[in-house]
């Protein structure tokens, strides 16, 4: 993230420096952070607790965090890891190249760099770190997006399943370098039909009940609403199964801009998602 949200591919932070410049930069990089920050729940397939839970963002100075180092390379990643973390490295790095192929071929996004995974099992020096790159912490994330060829994720018991749905973003901004968080509703669908991360509807009261979220409330903030991460399966799924899977990526490549791509107003696709997910699900 930098004051251009598509610079940010290549710009790194620059949040060393001390006083007035630091901290209108801090306010920069957290300005574009709505857009380009991936944050996720701690524990995928808990989500419905870990999402729900009481994390916030909060101002943070950027403090000294112990840095990841070079553990692995694969054909298609770079991995490193604080020695704390070292122990997951060979599972991240399996899992990846293992889901590489079929990320890339359901998305197209054209050539790919290597992607540097940065790892951390310190909560601590993971937000410290997350700190200095946007001058705040998203509490309750555990990976998030910094370039368009790197992650960095915190350790948890689903660590490889994170870092995949972050490398899914890394792709999905090589489709469309505007794409990050925007919409955000969309944004954390690709990754999260991508990366196969689908939560029982039935275990939804909400759903259940028939109160399924807009489009605009999915596009809260991660502070906000955090519903994107329960439900955002079964908008890929509705969308693949409907009008196919390069659907998907004419709505990376157009922003989300259902209208234009599917031909339906966003009610209309809500009311259609809404009838899906009661007939396959209910």
Do not use: K
């Not at 870990?50 to 990841?68: F, K, R, Y």
């Not at 553990?71 to 770079?78: D, G, I, M």
């Not at 009610?267 to 699900?281: H, I, N, T």
Request: aromatic share 10%.
């Amino acid at each position: 993230m930098t004051d251009d949200p598509v610079a940010a591919q290549t710009a790194r932070f620059g949040l060393s420096s001390r006083g007035a410049g630091q901290r209108s930069r801090q306010r920069r990089a957290y300005a574009l952070a709505v857009r380009l920050l991936a944050v996720r729940a701690a524990v995928v397939f808990s989500i419905a607790f870990t999402m729900l839970g009481c994390g916030s963002s909060a101002p943070t100075a950027p403090t000294q965090a112990v840095e990841p180092s070079l553990r692995t390379s694969t054909a298609h990643f770079a991995v490193l890891a604080t020695d704390d973390a070292v122990s997951v490295v060979p599972a991240v790095a399996e899992r990846l190249e293992a889901e590489y192929g079929r990320v890339v071929s359901d998305l197209q996004p054209g050539s790919m760099p290597v992607v540097r995974v940065l790892l951390w099992a310190n909560e601590g020096d993971y937000y410290a770190r997350m700190g200095r790159d946007v001058g705040r912490v998203f509490r309750g994330s555990a990976g998030y997006v910094f370039h368009d060829n790197e992650v960095r994720v915190l350790v948890t018991s689903a660590t490889p399943v994170n870092a995949v749905h972050e490398f899914c973003h890394i792709v999905s901004l090589h489709v469309n370098a505007s794409f990050g968080n925007n919409p955000r509703w969309l944004w954390e669908t690709v990754a999260l039909y991508e990366n196969g991360e689908r939560l029982d509807p039935q275990s939804l009261a909400y759903l259940r009940e028939g109160a399924f979220p807009t489009l605009v409330q999915l596009d809260a903030d991660f502070d906000t609403n955090r519903m994107i991460y329960q439900v955002g399966y079964l908008l890929g799924e509705f969308i693949v199964r409907t009008w196919g899977r390069d659907a998907l990526r004419r709505l990376i490549l157009a922003n989300g801009a259902v209208e234009s791509v599917l031909g339906l107003d966003a009610s209309a696709f809500e009311r259609e998602w809404q009838a899906y997910v009661r007939r396959v699900y209910f």
